[in-house]
Every structure is written in C-alpha cells, then in structure tokens.
C-alpha cells in the first residue's frame, strides 16, 4: 500500500468496535490505523467524557440507553454506564489521552457543544499531558469559532477543519482559522463527486492546500468506488468506520 495515504479511524473504528470507547481505540492500534477520532463533551460536573451526541444535544439515549439528560448526570452517574450492546463503559478524555502517550497513537477530538468551558478544558488536558503533537481537534467549518478558541488559548494546538460544502473555497477556510488539515465529506461524498463532475475543480483545490502544507482527507470511505474516487483527486488521507476494509481497497488499486 503506499505508504503515504493516511487511514484514519472514525469514532475509533465504529464497525469494529464499541464506537468511542478504550476497545476501539486499542482496535484501531491493531488494524493499523494511522489515527483516530473521538467526540468530547462536559458532565454536569464539567468532566470530559468521550460520548457521541448531536451538536448541543445531550440525549445520550442512543448510545447508553439512559433516558437522563446528560447535563443532568455527574462523572460519577456517567461511570455507571455502558455504550449500548456491550460491556464497555463510556470513556474520560484523561483516560484517551494516556492511551495516546502510551501508544503513540494520534487522536483527533470532537467537541460536540459549544459551551465556553468546553474548549478550555480540552487544550488544556492536552498540555499537561505534553500530546499537542499527538492530538489535533476538529469540527466543522460552521463551527469555526472552536478552533479558533482553541489557537487563542494555545498557539501550538493542531486543528482541523471538515468542510461539507464541495463549492467552499478550502484553502481560504484552512487559513482563516490556522488549521493543518481540510477533510471533505465527512459522510456525504456523492454531493462532492457530482460537483466535481461538472466543474472538475477538486484536484485544483487540493493541489492548492497541499502546496501550502496542509493534508486534505476524505470521509467517510466505505466502498471501493469512494475509495477509488479520492484516491484519483490526490487525497491523501481516507476515514472510516472499517479501516480493514479500506486497506484491502487500496491495497488492491494500487497493484
């Protein structure tokens, strides 16, 4: 496989594992992922917990199965619980980043809220544990202000931006908020390739970013087709929920 296309595991490999938990993580280190990503949000006793929710939402019924608000439930109520259809309980942001230093593994985190605690206590868990070259945080470009939070609380922090948008102008929004990397899609690819079928400007536009050193990635790759398709426009880094999966993809269009 050429060695310079990044496999990246989304939520730690969601189809292999529990998604967000320690397992997934450890089972992303074993399917030779490159990275992985998580999602972050506060307790009620302002804890940072790895759970999946929407944007500002704290139903966690989806995941846990407990009907309780999040912004109801202290660590302590959260230690209690187990991601659904499994014995696996929900993880600690501390908990993430000593299995980071411990392995070597990069993380790329999440935050799904936008409360103003949020982003100050995620950098600056990264500092004390010495992981701002390990640990990048991302969210959409809608949500920019996050990361430039981030850089304003910590210059060093890397952050990367997930645009959605195929008619964007990536690298103005790359350079706008001081972020190394630009990933397209992040589940909706199709409206990318049918943009590009008619205006032909994705290459160009990842040409551009690369030339000014930042990675441009795609997600999320689920079938040979996706993989084939970014592959052709020069993106050199591919998420998904089956890293696997899309290593035999590679593997095989590269011979």
Aim: aromatic share 8%; proline share 4%; hydrophobic share 40%.
């Amino acid at each position: 496989m050429n060695p310079d296309i990044k496999i990246l595991a989304h939520r730690g490999g969601m189809e292999r594992a529990p998604e967000n938990t320690i397992a997934a993580f450890r089972q992303a280190l074993d399917d030779g992922a490159d990275a992985f990503e998580c999602d972050v949000r506060l307790t009620k006793d302002q804890e940072p917990i790895i759970i999946h929710t929407g944007f500002d939402r704290d139903d966690i019924e989806a995941v846990t199965g407990c009907s309780t608000p999040l912004r109801e439930l202290n660590w302590s109520d959260v230690q209690t619980l187990k991601v659904m259809e499994s014995n696996e309980p929900i993880a600690h942001l501390d908990g993430v980043l000593s299995f980071v230093r411990d392995t070597g593994l990069p993380c790329f985190i999440e935050p799904k809220e936008s409360s103003e605690a949020l982003i100050p206590i995620v950098v600056e868990r990264i500092h004390q544990s010495d992981l701002v070259d390990k640990v990048d945080i991302l969210t959409f470009d809608s949500r920019r202000e996050l990361l430039l939070q981030a850089k304003q609380l910590q210059p060093e922090i890397q952050t990367s931006v997930i645009i959605i948008n195929p008619m964007a102008n990536f690298l103005k929004a790359a350079e706008s908020i001081d972020a190394g990397r630009v990933i397209i899609g992040w589940s909706r690819i199709n409206h990318f390739c049918l943009y590009n079928f008619f205006f032909r400007s994705l290459t160009r536009k990842v040409r551009q970013l690369r030339a000014k050193g930042i990675a441009v990635e795609g997600g999320f790759a689920r079938t040979r087709h996706d993989v084939e398709w970014l592959l052709r426009h020069e993106i050199g880094g591919l998420w998904t929920d089956n890293v696997p999966r899309i290593r035999e993809f590679v593997e095989a269009l590269d011979r």
